[in-house]
């Protein structure tokens, strides 16, 4: 049987990263041998074949891509282990999960080799190449030390940039996730020819909107059934925009005495976030969910009415916001990254502009008043994501990218 070694620096238990490395396993998994050589979580399905790379989850030692000079050993490891695992399994294609640190030690082990290597990129080239995505991290890191975090920061950056050209040069195709990450592989002189974009999708009838699912859901919040809610989903920090979606919510609020807002997520800014709606008196109008499964955060899509991204940094559209749609909820979203607009353009959605809490409380307010316009938005934006987003068509990419 033809066999499959995916690479990626920890094995993704959320988000869009977990999204796409399902489906690429859903996909291939009858056909092929799948393998994982990656950083395994506590627990998983045993349906994976997971090669631990490492045991110990995120910010592990000695090897971490994120660090300087880990990151280098963990190219060092990375390349040492596959070069091992080959030994017995002989594998016929690696798809690399991103193309910095983990697709340098996969395409220096496909030259090696002989091996075909398959990059695909969901937004790791865009972070380290961005100053925005840095600036973030230094602003959540631990305080002192400034001038090494400074140092660190360059060194990191530098090394980052001589494994994304070295990737760009060495893999034998790309799958790109979106078409601002494209731009970035063509200025990196990727030849068109390897490149194809690929675009999140969504499971239809896993996010589907359920009437029954949604009185019943509210019956057991204690949510009023003619309550507007307005669900915001997404990893609390800066990166998502917390510190402008509560004071928008605030805004909202004021201006509609049916609004319930439902905060589900975890990060960083949880205490922040806990602490803004305690000054406020908001207890009983914002309510934190914590984390959620992706049962519980479909069931929560499900009980809503309008879906809120503030993002401010992106290299793609959010897998968030796709799921929104397709649960028929009527989305707004900041315009980071820009691909937004066009995702809701034609009455599919509301973009405003990013880090605007006024525009982001107005659009609220407009859509928890306007039960018209909120419903034909939301029949738009699922219809779209049904025509453009479905499991079909990200199959047909990963299949093309394998086999050509």
């Known amino acids: ?52 790379l490492q045991r110990s989850r995120r910010f592990y030692l000695p090897f971490n891509p994120g660090l300087f000079p880990f990151n280098i050993g963990y190219v060092i490891f990375g390349f040492l282990k596959l070069l091992y695992l080959n030994k017995k399994y002989h594998f016929n294609v690696i798809l690399s999960q991103d193309g910095v640190f983990t697709g340098l030690y996969s395409v220096l082990f496909g030259k090696i080799t002989g091996t075909k290597v398959v990059v695909m990129d969901y937004g790791a080239t865009t972070n380290y190449l961005s100053s925005e995505y840095w600036n973030f991290q230094n602003a959540t890191a631990t305080k002192g030390l400034g001038s090494m975090r400074s140092l660190h920061t360059m060194l990191i950056r530098a090394t980052a940039r001589i494994a994304i050209q070295l990737t760009a040069r060495m893999a034998d195709r790309f799958g790109v996730l979106g078409h601002e990450l494209s731009k970035i592989y063509q200025n990196l002189r990727v030849d068109n020819f390897k490149l194809r974009t690929i675009q999140y999708s969504v499971d239809e009838d896993f996010f589907k909107p359920s009437e029954a699912k949604k009185t019943e859901g509210r019956r057991r919040l204690g949510i009023l059934n003619n309550s507007i809610v307005v669900n915001a989903t997404c990893r609390l920090s800066q990166e998502k925009g917390v510190e402008y979606l509560l004071p928008a919510f605030k805004q909202a609020i004021r201006q509609n005495n049916r609004m319930v807002c439902l905060l589900v997520g975890k990060g960083n800014m949880a205490e922040f976030a806990a602490e803004f709606v305690k000054q406020n008196g908001l207890e009983n109008r914002i309510i934190l969910m914590g984390e959620a499964s992706p049962e519980k955060v479909r069931d929560l899509l499900q009980l809503s009415d309008v879906f809120v991204y503030a993002g401010v940094s992106g290299s793609n559209v959010s897998l968030a916001v796709l799921e929104a749609m397709a649960v028929r909820l009527a989305v707004i979203a900041a315009d980071s990254p820009l691909s937004h607009r066009d995702l809701l353009a034609n009455n599919r959605g509301i973009a405003v502009p990013t880090k605007d809490i006024s525009a982001l409380a107005k659009a609220i307010s407009l859509l928890s008043e306007n039960d018209r316009l909120r419903n034909e938005i939301a029949e738009n934006g699922r219809r779209w ?20």
Do not use: D
């Open 385 to 404: 994501v049904l025509e453009h987003h479905s499991l079909k068509v990200t199959k047909a990419n990963i299949e093309a990218l394998v086999r050509t």
């Open 1 to 52: 049987m033809t066999r499959i070694c995916i690479t990626i620096n920890f094995f993704p238990i959320a988000g869009g990263a977990r999204a796409i490395a399902y489906e690429v396993w859903r996909t291939l998994h009858n056909e092929y041998e799948v393998h994982f050589l990656t950083i395994p979580p506590k627990t998983y399905h045993k349906q994976y074949i997971i090669h631990p």
